[in-house]
């Protein structure tokens, strides 16, 4: 039976309701960054030197070393932008297409792990390694994004995400490990064009298992339905005759 036009209608307006309510919190928050950039820089410093107390400051390094071959540049720039938007909007077409049952759960993770990475974001501005004395060479890709928002790194969190959804979507091992190399591929590439701290990763990993934490607790457990695979068809069992009744000598 085909959903009336009414559902439609009402679960688009929930869905764009959501879309301007996360892009609006986000500007309310960008639109106070440049006030607080000595926070954001103090912050920042401060991550630098926990990293160094762990051995984990290796930012500068691998951003200058990157920056250094204009290609190796362009294709990190590249995926940092397209990546980030476009893998996500495909997880969440095939949720709704192949797997309908999980995606308010996965959409209320996205949402939860989005909101509480920009809740963060305004209590303890952070800013970038680019923006910070001594990592200059870091790449710079544009000035849309809010600058002090680099703890935690939403870039990550969303790729977690992603990997989370698609282990949802299907059993293919295949697929689920290109989910999680982009997850990794993010990870790096956050680091070399100088965008965000080691410790924001860390940080980007949390919100978004935070994120499914509190879907958990909206949707109750998800059902022991196993994710759809293709697994070779079951032989039919043999069919057995049986011998009609002898009758009995007399």
Request: aromatic share 10%; charged share 15%.
């Amino acid at each position: 039976m085909a959903t009336p036009l009414r559902v439609w209608i009402r679960i688009i307006a929930t869905e764009l309701a959501l879309i301007a309510l996360g892009a609006g919190t986000y500007l309310a928050v960008s639109a106070g960054a440049a006030d607080r950039a000595d926070v954001a820089a103090g912050n920042a410093r401060t991550l630098l030197a926990v990293e160094a107390a762990l051995g984990l400051d290796v930012e500068r390094s691998l951003a200058t070393w990157w920056a250094a071959d204009a290609t190796r540049a362009l294709v990190a720039n590249f995926y940092y932008v397209a990546a980030h938007f476009a893998v996500p909007i495909v997880v969440f077409g095939l949720l709704v297409l192949c797997r309908p049952a999980d995606y308010r759960r996965f959409r209320t993770a996205f949402v939860a792990a989005s909101l509480l990475g920009v809740a963060v974001s305004w209590t303890w501005p952070t800013a970038p390694p680019r923006l910070v004395e001594g990592f200059t060479d870091a790449p710079v890709i544009s000035g849309a994004e809010n600058p002090y928002a680099a703890f935690p790194s939403m870039h990550v969190g969303w790729a977690v995400w992603t990997a989370l959804a698609v282990a949802a979507l299907t059993a293919r091992w295949w697929l689920r490990t290109v989910a999680w190399l982009h997850a990794l591929l993010t990870s790096m590439d956050v680091l070399v064009t100088g965008h965000h701290w080691v410790l924001d990763v860390v940080g980007g990993v949390l919100a978004a298992l935070a994120g499914l934490a509190i879907a958990h607790v909206c949707h109750g457990p998800r059902s022991a339905t196993r994710p759809p695979t293709a697994e070779a068809p079951t032989a039919a069992p043999p069919r057995t005759t049986e011998s009609a009744p002898v009758p009995a000598s007399r």
